[in-house]
């Protein structure tokens, strides 16, 4: 069933089409000149619009044309008076999706309305496609804005158009991956596999096999030849994640592959040359690895060209609200709730918990809770207890300079009791300032000095 806008200066036509489009269950609206038309097209979003060729003030023709540029994705049907063949034609010429011939009889009506409206679904979902397949391999996949991301992003643009192999460092559950394919979808190998190894997932005499393939009866259950890894990614990214956790023996290997831009298959007697980027990922500190004899130095350097190091969730704490909010529509969606927010007792007590689990703790938190709060909103009690009671990790008893600089550790500090401040108060600013001991125009003066009233609002 569609929305539908009849446009008519035929009262008669109108009234025609309401009522049998309303019987077989769509929402009609009916106007009847082009102005009408296009001030309700934008205002409204229509999954069809059925329009005369000939009216007053404006013409279908015209009509058709602004509708083009309002929404594109809106199929047009043009109603041409009998015998007006020539101007239905120049109509199809000009974008309209179908043409109906006065007398219109009703079923002629009714399958080009069908037809219109699957042309419709069939443009949303592929643009859906297009949308979600952007949003998972590029940028706003990684939800964030703090100058800590900030910073991230900032090196992914600088190193995406080069084929430089990359190490990606950072605690468990930041998003390693997600930043390995922003760098994919950014680069010039975007339309090449990006493909994924779990180096610590797989047993080491598996592993070998996995990266470089092998070859019919080279060991005891090689029963077909079967293409590594390597060879897949051809032309495109291979990510090697949890490389720290790659066995020695494979480690050579490894860097004579990278080197040599070649690899043998296990049980072959050919080099195959190959063209692949390769970003690494860990979550260990490789460089007091190399320091224990435990990862090769060589093949360290060759991994680590550029170093991107992800930030832990409770170093840029002021990125927590935007990803609840994402959280919280991702599984609203995904698991049909109504949810519309979170409650800001709720939300304090996920800016001050420290997320070992990172982003990946805060999504399963979020989805937990989603799923057991009984309203519309996530509240404090659907959180587990141990997050509910978890006091964040104290500063160090040693006071050191710090790297952001002292100015935006102040500037941070600072806005962080202005919103705790706020919270409290109900988000009543004067209230907020006398929780404060500090003057309303002081509260003020803060508040917009440090753009809090840009903030996004999870209410």
């Known amino acids: 069933m569609g929305r539908i806008l009849v446009v008519d200066d035929e009262r008669s036509m109108q009234d025609f089409l309401e009522i049998l489009l309303a019987r077989d269950g769509h929402e009609v609206v009916t106007v009847g000149s082009a102005p009408q038309a296009i001030a309700a097209v934008e205002g409204d979003e229509f999954d069809l619009v059925i329009s005369d060729i000939r009216m007053p003030e404006m013409s279908g023709l015209e009509l058709l044309g602004r509708i083009e540029e309002l929404s594109p994705e ?12 020539e101007t239905a034609v120049e109509a199809m010429k000009q974008g309209a999706y179908d043409y109906l011939s006065k007398p219109c009889p ?21 643009r859906l496609l297009r949308r979600q397949l952007r949003d998972q391999f590029s940028f706003p996949s990684i939800i964030g804005k703090s100058p800590e991301i900030e910073e991230v992003f900032e090196l992914i643009r600088q190193v995406a158009p080069n084929r430089t192999n990359l190490l990606l460092s950072g605690e468990s559950g930041t998003g390693k991956e997600l930043v390995a394919r922003a760098v994919h979808a950014s680069s010039d190998r975007a339309s090449r596999p990006f493909v994924t190894v779990n180096c610590g997932a797989i047993p080491e005499n598996l592993l070998e096999s996995e990266l470089f393939g092998h070859v019919k009866g080279s060991f005891t259950g090689a029963t077909s030849n079967k293409v590594g890894i390597f060879e897949v990614a051809d032309r495109g990214t291979l990510l090697l994640d949890e490389v720290g956790d790659l ?32 970003i690494s990922a860990t979550n260990r500190n490789l460089d007091e690895e190399v320091r224990e004899g435990r990862f ?33 529509q991702v599984y609203a969606e995904t698991l049909g709730r ?91 600013k004067k209230r907020a300032a006398r929780l404060l001991g500090i003057t309303f125009r002081s509260f003020r003066y803060r508040f917009e000095k440090l753009d809090l009233d840009r903030e996004d609002d999870l209410s």
């Open 106 to 126: 009703v079923d002629e009506i009714r399958l080009v309305v069908q037809k219109a409206l699957e042309k419709r679904e069939l443009s949303s979902e592929n």
């Open 296 to 328: 090769r130095e060589d093949l360290y350097y060759r991994l680590n060209v550029i170093e991107i190091r992800i930030p832990a969730i409770r170093e840029r704490r002021t990125d927590i609200p935007l990803l609840v909010r994402h959280f919280i």
């Open 247 to 278: 066995p020695a023996s494979l480690q050579v290997k490894l860097l004579r592959a990278i080197q040599d831009k070649s690899f043998r298959r296990v049980g072959g007697t050919r080099d195959q040359q190959v063209d692949v980027r390769i």
């Open 74 to 85: 809106t199929p047009v049907v043009m109603i041409t008076a009998h015998g007006s063949t």
């Open 338 to 428: 109504p949810l519309s927010g979170i409650e800001p007792e709720a939300l304090a007590v996920l800016e001050r918990y420290d997320f070992p689990g990172n982003v990946r703790e805060l999504e399963n938190l979020i989805e937990r809770a989603a799923t057991l709060s009984r309203g519309t909103r996530i509240t404090l009690e659907s959180l587990p207890p141990l997050v509910r009671n978890a006091t964040p990790t104290a500063p160090p008893a040693s006071l050191q300079t710090p790297d952001a600089g002292l100015e935006r550790l102040l500037a941070d500090y600072e806005r962080g009791i202005l919103r705790d401040a706020l919270r409290r108060a109900d988000g009543v």
